[in-house]
């Protein structure tokens, strides 16, 4: 709808560590954004998220490694996708980061041929 605003309500438990994101994205000379069903319900009022979803423009795995070291999560990385997830200590909840892709299957229900790309490129996928 022309003119139309969604408002975004990110729970106040989850801004300082979407700030820390951000500040150690930045010191990497990265973008990173929330993206996913978090921003999803975020959008819908929903603020009992626990799973966050970012993507980065540029390496995922070393910006969930370096966080994982700051944050003292546990990362498990899955590199041919480019993607890692932290679990948050104290059942915090799970952090999934993704670098931004572009995905190419050979065939259905294949794995993907996975390059790098924008952000755009990964919304679009």
Do not use: N
């Not at 994982?68 to 996708?81: D, E, I, K, M, W």
């Not at 299957?105 to 490129?121: C, F, I, N, Q």
């Amino acid at each position: 709808m022309k003119g139309s605003q969604t408002r975004v309500t990110i729970p106040v438990r989850v801004k300082p560590l979407l700030k820390r994101i951000g500040e150690i994205a930045d010191a990497q000379g990265l973008s990173a954004y929330a993206v996913g069903g978090c921003v999803r319900d975020w959008c819908r009022g929903i603020t009992a998220v626990k799973d966050l979803d970012v993507t980065v423009e540029g390496d995922g795995i070393a910006l969930a490694r370096q966080l994982a070291q700051r944050l003292g999560a546990t990362v498990t990385a899955h590199a041919p996708f480019g993607t890692a997830t932290l679990r948050l200590p104290g059942g915090q909840g799970r952090l999934d980061i993704a670098s931004c892709r572009k995905e190419v299957y050979k065939r259905p229900a294949a794995y993907p041929t996975v390059s790098a790309g924008t952000l755009e490129d990964d919304l679009f996928r």
